[in-house]
Every structure is written in C-alpha cells, then in structure tokens.
C-alpha cells in the first residue's frame, strides 16, 4: 500500500482525469522525458514512470509529501524517478548560469489551485519544453492560455478543468 501524509491542499488527480490525459498520451510513454513540477501524491509522475518513460522528474515542496514520494519511489524501485525537494516555480525557472537546463517532453502543471502561479510557469516553461513537447495544465477554475500556447485538448470533470497544451509552432522557429 502506497502511503500519503495528510496534507494541506494535496489533491491527487482524480482516476477518470488521469485516465483521460494518458489516453491522449498514448498507452505508453517510452523514450519520453516527464516533469512532475508539482508532485504531491505523485500519482502523474507514477503513473508515467509506469508507462514506460525514460526518465520522470517529481518535484514537491512539502516536506512531508516529499519524504512519502521518497519512500514510494523505493516501495516501487522506480529506477526513472528522481525527486527535488524544492518550488515548483523556482525549479521551472531554473538556474540560468550557464547551465544546460533540462528539456522535457511531457510537462505535469498542477499547482496549488489558490496559487497564481500558471501565468509566470507559462512564460518561462517554453525553455524548459522539447519541440513538439506538451504540458497537462490542471485547474479549479477554466484557464484561458496565453496566445503563445494553443490547446490540443480539454475537459472538464466535476470541479476540475484540465487541458494538455502546445506552443504554437511559431514561436519555436521564431
């Protein structure tokens, strides 16, 4: 049994949910490198890990959740996570140093639904993107993306609005 602190705000995504968002990834996500930028229960990252990604970040801030993921990533031996204990905001943006930062194909965006976080993550999560890569944006509330985004897919479940975006083809050759 995989266990979960209880935590203020933690919101897994519901079953019907993620069943719909990897019916539009595919069944399976071999080769594919996936963030988890705000794990909480993990269930995203988890569920891509199975799926067959290559490699799938999670990052959580809580240290609680945190230290759960950790002991489920060894319940699991998931060999292709590796988790950050760190915001999901600072680690979007990354340290800009000189450093390479990390690409990813598949992006998991569920902040916080209080936080006001999605319109800063989607200005600098572009760089973070691979080309022809997609973000699963999970909101309490519709979301309206920027122009630089266009929506591939959407839906609606209970109190839960979740879309999978893209940048527009555009504003990579640009």
Not at 2 to 25: C, K, M, Q, S
Not at 53 to 82: H, I, S, Y
Request: proline share 6%; aromatic share 10%.
């Amino acid at each position: 049994m995989i266990a979960f602190p209880d935590a203020e705000g933690l919101r897994p995504t519901p079953d019907r949910v993620r069943e719909t968002l990897f019916n539009w990834l595919g069944q399976t996500l071999y080769g594919r490198i996936c963030l988890d930028l705000f794990a909480g229960s993990g269930a995203l990252g988890f569920e891509a890990a199975s799926r067959g990604a290559e490699q799938v970040v999670m990052v959580e801030t809580n240290p609680l959740v945190f230290r759960a993921l950790k002991d489920n990533v060894g319940k699991l031996g998931c060999a292709n996570v590796t988790l950050c204990h760190q915001d999901g905001l600072k680690f979007a943006r990354g340290d800009k140093r000189g450093q390479q930062l990390t690409r990813y194909d598949v992006i998991f965006l569920d902040p916080p639904f209080k936080s006001d976080y999605l319109p800063e993550l989607l200005e600098v999560l572009p760089e973070r993107l691979n080309e022809g890569g997609v973000v699963y944006v999970e909101t309490g509330a519709p979301f309206e993306v920027p122009v630089s985004w266009q929506v591939i897919k959407s839906g609606k479940a209970g109190q839960v609005w979740f879309q999978l975006i893209q940048i527009k083809k555009s504003t990579f050759e640009g």
